[in-house]
């Protein structure tokens, strides 16, 4: 966004700063359109440090939004002449020319150090059981090519290695993918030169950081399409894999394997050195850039960190004890107990607001609570991460899910502290975890995801919508749940093959059978009618769109029901107006002296097997579903 003015970066502009009076002001000099020098002055200054949204009008019509940061490498106290509200000057770092310089691979060196030397959370990694397969990299000063190793025929069966996650980004050459007919080959030599830039990359990092042994994806399990069977195996073991690495090297600003991660640092991000009018005659150093994006803002984007908005690598972070990023414009550096970067801002650290650092604490020792609410937390970031293949969207969770199965409740031998897992839900509080909920789309508040091609999930289950735009609300243990108790109870769950329309992919449970109240109406039809103050709010004119939330009358306003997908559009899914709906209650909590219930839209699947499936969900007073008359009690199959 620099790269404005006839292509001109800022940091190559004439420029200036001047305090005047409690604010600075920044004047740059650029020329535009061969016309004369056009100066802007621009004022600023954050409560927290010298961060600021610039705007600048483009020749003079456009205004373009800018986030800078103003800082000193040295860090010192302001002048009292200075009134400054955040006190002084914010201490960050210039950062190297290139990610893979000395001084870049110094810096990951004083963080490994303090990392096993200091953190108790994270496990060393230094001798461990290597993986089935992985790459020998050879000694420190090798330069020349690898080859693969099964640690089974290999007398070398423990050691230190590195994960490398990346994005495949669409066809990888042969010499980076292992197949049952080039194995023999790889287990003699690879060239180095033959495998994709990142690859190349990553061999190279390993190396300087005295790592000989490498774990590739595409290299250590084998990528025949007509036999399945190992990558099935070999699977299964990621958690491991990941688990027991000394560090996993994240290519994160590549979006293929083809393009590498060791670069320059972009020049939109360059800094640039400015005079300051300052007053004493030993004014330090001042330099303005444009703030960089750390991937834990909310604001990610998938044009400066590609690999981090792909929803495997989600569980390639936590799992890894230590996680390396290598990035647009810095490295990031994350382990159990630090989340730090080579700019040296760390005022988007939130301590233990850092996922990676709250999910180790819940860990260890197990603290229940905080696992439940991390889980909610991971799935919410999640389900906003993409994938290659839906059919993937619980599998590329599982690993943490195994991990989380994997802690022993210390009252019960031999059962896992979270319960049984459910296609995303967990037994244990499964009454809480289905009242799940996809958020309206801020910008088309009427809009629903798209309607499902294929099952890939139960309809109770928060795995089942399959748009990534739409963010999904997970209960957590925070009010209103923190409060609520269920009012459904939980009969039993199991797969079935004989109920129509019940999910029939790779799951172990495709229905949940509940004895619960259902009130029954109608989902509403097309006739005009008057509005209410929700549908004038959310736009809509005399007749309310098939999408959006679904209003259905009362005696006393409407019952708010918001959907799950788009149900309107013609297929296997589409309910038509005047279709029979159920309203059926979950939860219930007080506020406030009423009675609040938390429910699920629920259309009918099978009279034979009484199924149900979900559709939406809803949550409303006592008095608004009186209107509704007496619940009908009664067990259901919900697919």
Known sequence: MLEIYNNVPIHQLTGVVRYVAGFFVVRWYYPRDGQEDVVLDKEYEGEAGLDCDVEFLYKLKEFIQIQLELFSPSGFSCHPSWTLRCGDWGRKNVLPERSDSDESISQVGEWLKECTETHGQCNPNVDVELPTRILDLGTPDSIGGVRLIETKESPIKRGKYACLSHCWGGNIVDAAKTTRHSLKEKKRDIPVERLPQTFQDAICVARKLNIRYLWVDSMCILQDEDDKSDWNHESRKMVAVYQNAFITIAASCSPNSNDGFLRS??????????????????????????????????????????????AWVLQERLLSPRFLSFELGELVWECNKLTTCQCGDDLWLYGSQILKQRYCESIEPPDLSG??????????????????????????????????????????????????????????????????????????????????????????????????????????????????????????????????????EHVEYNYIRLRLGLYETKLPGEEKHEQSTDERYLGFDESPPSTGPILIPTRRGKLRINPDYDYSTDGVDHIPPGSTLMCAVVMKYEADSITYFIGLGLVPVCQEHGSFRRIGRFETDLETLQDFGVPIERDILLI
């Open 265 to 310: 640092t972009s020049s939109i991000y360059a800094t640039k050195l400015l005079q300051c009018m300052a007053t004493n005659d030993n004014s330090p150093n001042f330099y303005i850039r444009q703030t960089l994006p750390h991937h834990e803002k909310p604001l990610e984007s998938i044009d400066t960190s590609p690999l981090l908005v792909r």
């Open 371 to 504: 696992l439940r609410n991390c889980w909610s937390t991971i799935v919410e970031k999640y389900t906003t991460l993409t994938l290659s293949f839906e059919k993937d969207r619980l599998r590329a969770i599982a690993g943490i899910a195994n991990q989380l199965l994997a802690i022993s409740n210390p009252s019960s031998p031999g059962k896992s502290l979270m319960g049984r897992y459910i296609e995303g839900l967990w037994e244990d509080t499964l009454c809480r975890d289905l009242c799940w909920e996809v958020r309206a789309n801020e910008e088309d508040p009427l809009a629903r995801p798209k309607a499902l091609k294929e099952w890939r999930a139960p309809s109770w289950s928060w795995a089942s919508v399959q748009d990534t735009s739409y963010d999904i609300e997970i209960p957590n243990m925070y009010y209103p749940f923190e409060v609520a108790e269920p009012v459904a109870e939980i009969l039993g769950l199991g797969y079935t093959k004989d109920c129509l329309r019940a999910c029939q």
